[in-house]
């Protein structure tokens, strides 16, 4: 059962109504509070006065039976160490005793303002959200070498955050995998955006165009508080939910420009791989003197051109002939640079080859291929 009789004597200083009319309250309250001080203070002296003496005599205590212990080891006389320890024991009743009236005296003492809420203990933290990590001064192939080790380890994760759409899932999402929170992870959604708008899935490329700008929100918050980007997953997932309608504008409107800088982006990658396929493909016809025969047979005179459409030799060598000696020179000199004409070695016969658009638009015919 519960003892509540401690909550009948609390001593109060500063909420009495029973004061004389010609005593100031305030300071009869103030006397009355200074002398329970006072009070507690000697109460706390003779408690530590108590404890040195108790210890005291427990240091006595414990030599003196040392020294009893060597005299008789040794045969000595007895009678002033045994009567040395029956004071010293003596006085070690009068202490229990004293403790005893001490501790009865503290329970019949009533509860004040001071005491009567006294914590066990006190423990404060504090948290902190740690800092953001400083830009590390590393070498392209650094930063590079970081990218591809980051992907093999979490490409598998990335897609699935890319493939989210609901903020309370993403979220929770990035909250487990809390090491995709990251300028790598935004990188890499870009770059995806960007496969995906080529290949011509634009549906798919808005999807993960709308996770790309979450996290680069995320990761701007995270530049503005000067914290952990880790830090800013809730703050910034809470105030997208309940934001005014001036935040989500500005979202949607940074998520469409994002999207046209993609479009844009990925028009221009398509149009550098077609010029870099174009390129090989005319590196690849090259002739021998390093000329284009595309380009050589463009230039060429249509008394020419009819020459190495038909396929004549000596169509070829007449018109030549025809023609002013600097011009043929020049002429011939360039279609074998091109690889349009092959001169004969020896006794054997000039061949020409059939300019280059021709041979693309016309596939090549072996007997293998007739019945």
């Given at each position: 059962?519960?003892?509540?009789?401690?909550?009948?004597?609390?001593?109060?200083?500063?909420?009495?109504?029973?004061?004389?009319?010609?005593?100031?309250?305030?300071?009869?309250?103030?006397?009355?509070?200074?002398a329970r001080i006072e009070r507690?203070?000697?109460?706390?002296?003779?408690?530590?006065?108590?404890?040195?003496r108790k210890t005291e005599n427990i240091r006595k205590l414990a030599e003196t039976k040392r020294k009893i212990a060597e005299a008789e080891s040794k045969g000595a006389n007895l009678d002033?160490?045994?009567?040395?320890?029956?004071?010293?024991?003596?006085?070690?009743?009068?202490?229990?005793?004293?403790?005893?009236?001490?501790k009865k005296k503290e329970k019949k003492t009533p509860w004040n303002v001071d005491t009567i809420s006294e914590p066990g203990f006190t423990k404060t933290i504090i948290n902190t959200k740690p800092n953001r990590p400083k830009d590390e001064n590393l070498t392209e192939e650094e930063k590079e070498a970081r990218m591809k080790k980051f992907i093999k380890e979490n490409e598998s994760l990335l897609k699935q955050f890319g493939m989210l759409r609901k903020?309370?899932?993403?979220?929770?999402?990035?909250?487990?995998?809390?090491?995709?929170?990251?300028?790598?992870?935004?990188?890499?959604?870009?770059?995806?955006?960007?496969?995906?708008e080529m290949e011509e899935k634009h549906d798919l490329m808005a999807h993960v165009a709308h996770q790309t700008i979450c996290m680069?929100?995320?990761?701007?918050?995270?530049?503005?508080?000067?914290?952990?980007?880790?830090?800013?997953?809730?703050?910034?997932?809470?105030?997208?939910?309940?934001?005014?309608?001036?935040?989500?504008?500005?979202?949607?409107?940074?998520?469409?420009?994002?999207?046209?800088?993609?479009?844009?982006?990925?028009?221009?990658?398509?149009?550098?791989?077609?010029?870099?396929?174009?390129?090989?493909?005319?590196?690849?016809?090259?002739?021998?003197?390093?000329?284009?025969?595309?380009?050589?047979?463009?230039?060429l005179p249509d008394e020419l051109k009819k020459c190495f459409d038909a396929q004549d030799v000596p169509m070829l060598q007449a018109t030549i002939a025809k023609m002013p000696e600097q011009k043929a020179i020049y002429y011939i000199k360039r279609c074998v640079d091109a690889g349009l004409w092959v001169p004969g070695k020896?006794?054997?016969?000039?061949?020409?080859?059939?300019?280059?658009?021709?041979?693309?638009?016309?596939?090549?015919?072996?007997?293998?291929?007739?019945?």
């Open positions: 059962m519960v003892d509540y009789s401690k909550w009948k004597d609390i001593e109060i200083s500063d909420d009495e109504d029973e004061t004389h009319p010609n005593i100031d309250t305030p300071s009869l309250f103030r006397w009355r509070h200074q507690m203070e000697e109460r706390k002296r003779e408690l530590q006065e108590h404890e040195q002033s160490l045994k009567a040395e320890l029956a004071s010293i024991e003596k006085e070690q009743k009068e202490i229990q005793a004293k403790e005893e009236e001490l903020f309370d899932d993403s979220k929770a999402f990035l909250q487990q995998h809390s090491q995709l929170v990251c300028e790598e992870t935004a990188n890499y959604l870009v770059i995806w955006c960007i496969n995906l680069q929100y995320i990761l701007e918050l995270s530049k503005q508080l000067d914290v952990d980007p880790r830090a800013c997953v809730g703050s910034f997932f809470s105030r997208i939910q309940v934001a005014e309608k001036t935040y989500k504008d500005s979202f949607d409107d940074e998520l469409a420009q994002f999207k046209s800088r993609i479009q844009k982006r990925a028009a221009e990658k398509i149009q550098e791989a077609i010029k870099e396929q174009e390129e090989e493909e005319r590196k690849a016809r090259l002739g021998p003197g390093g000329l284009d025969p595309v380009e050589v047979y463009e230039e020896n006794d054997e016969e000039p061949t020409m080859k059939a300019n280059s658009s021709e041979q693309e638009s016309t596939p090549s015919v072996s007997t293998n291929d007739v019945d």
